[in-house]
């Protein structure tokens, strides 16, 4: 038998037995990987003991040694490359006095601590190699006198028996679906577990490392910084292109009012690429909280589109940025756009409409003479009803309609359940005729204050309220305007 110094003293006091055994674990799939044998197997002996296996080429003293190993530093699957994963684990089942048999067609090897070569006053471990047990027997084969819970622990750090599933995988990594919705998102390395994120909401397994992750995977491979990984995170989010990532990432955007938003959504360009490759696979309309209750809102629901809210930011990021498939993002005001386009209006005739609502239509004539107006001098050719209406713009509600082009007032059916509704349309479209101003405009708001005095003018001289001379005399003057579209 010989004694091979590892040059171990005491190291890695805060290891547990578990991550001993993790890079076993890890060593055997590195092995299963590089030479295409068959799967690792992890299994409890008879005499309570536990054996990991794997099928490849078969360890070697050499194996011991500590240095880097360029046939694991070019292969995209392979876990460990510096050599010291094995050496640590035999440190950490000596310090807690566990035996630990590694048997392949090259030798048997066991440790002991023995004192150095020339220096027996330092006593380090050792690898005590003997001939092999078995000559021709395939892989390695490493026995543990370690515990069920130990076992279970280790393997718990790979994604290969977790059982995360994949949404989608790029070229830098893949997104996975967490086991449990509340469990923490798990960030593997080349499938190992090197931190946990209890704010995200999806796991990811990195597979291609860049200089800072590198840098930062010390010999616990775990407790990594999210400094280190959070640009190759956001590589994997960009690249997908799939509804099965985008929507949950997207549902989550609607959370954000509520404080509830997942990490992954704090990143600005994750969120508006999520947006994008959203509606390259689904109908929807993008709206803020401020115009979720828009009634434009509705309408896009009932011409099938799905509401998202996102942000106020985002919604002015997505007005620069088009979809996977180069159209630009719908947000609620193309949608307004694009449905008044394609607006036609549903006119109802006077003999369609119901005894009721003829009652409050015949009031036409009344309000035009208190008012005061004659339709002819202000170009109004004709009021119609219709069952429809186009969108307005904003939050408002668009209940009637003056187009000067064709001298026509539209007035939406619904305002014809009552007396009030109906004539306070009517007075509002006839305004934007007569004084020729536009919505929400100093101009307009003076032409119907003007119209309202009017109005208040003569009503009140029909019932006897004002005297006949002084400075309450009724009025009969027009409110001055001219036409044009508003």
Known sequence: MQAFDLNIERVLEHWPVSHAIRELLANALDEHHLTGSAEPEVRRLEDGRWEIRDHGRGLRYEHLTQKENPEKLGHPSVIGQFGIGLKDALAVFDRHDI???????????????????????????????????????????????????????ARSFFLRYTGDAVLESTRYGSVLAKVEEDA??????????????????????????????????????????????????????????????AQPLTADLGRFASGEMHDELGWKDVAVHACRVLQSTADVVFVTPRQIGHAAVAYARDDGYRPVIVPEDIARALRKV??????????LRAFQEEWNESFTFSFVEPDELTDDERAV????EPLLAVSDIDLAEHGVEEIRISETMRLGEGDAQVVGVWDAGIG???????????????????LHELEHAISGAGDCTFAFEEALTGRLGILADRSLNQVGALPMTGPCRASSAGVAGRSRPS
């Open 99 to 153: 035996d630990v048999i590694l048997r392949s067609r090259h030798g048997d090897i066991t440790t002991a601590r023995r004192p150095k070569a020339d220096f027996p006053d330092v006593v380090t471990l050792h690898g005590l190699v003997a001939p092999p047990t078995d000559p021709d027997m395939d892989g390695t084969s490493v026995v543990l006198g370690v515990s069920d819970a130990d076992i279970d622990a």
């Open 184 to 245: 923490p998102g798990r960030i593997y390395v080349k499938g190992l577990l090197v931190a946990e994120e209890p704010d995200f909401l999806f796991s990811y397994d990195i597979t291609d490392l860049n200089a800072t992750l590198r840098r930062a995977l010390n010999r616990e491979r775990s407790n990594v910084g999210r400094s280190a990984y959070s640009d190759r995170v956001k590589d994997i989010l960009r690249s997908c292109t799939s509804a099965e990532v």
């Open 322 to 331: 088009t979809d996977l498939d180069g159209r630009p993002m719908f947000d």
């Open 361 to 364: 239509y015949a009031l036409l």
């Open 408 to 426: 026509q007032i539209v007035i939406r059916r619904d305002q014809l359940e009552t007396a009030a509704a109906f004539c306070g349309t009517l």
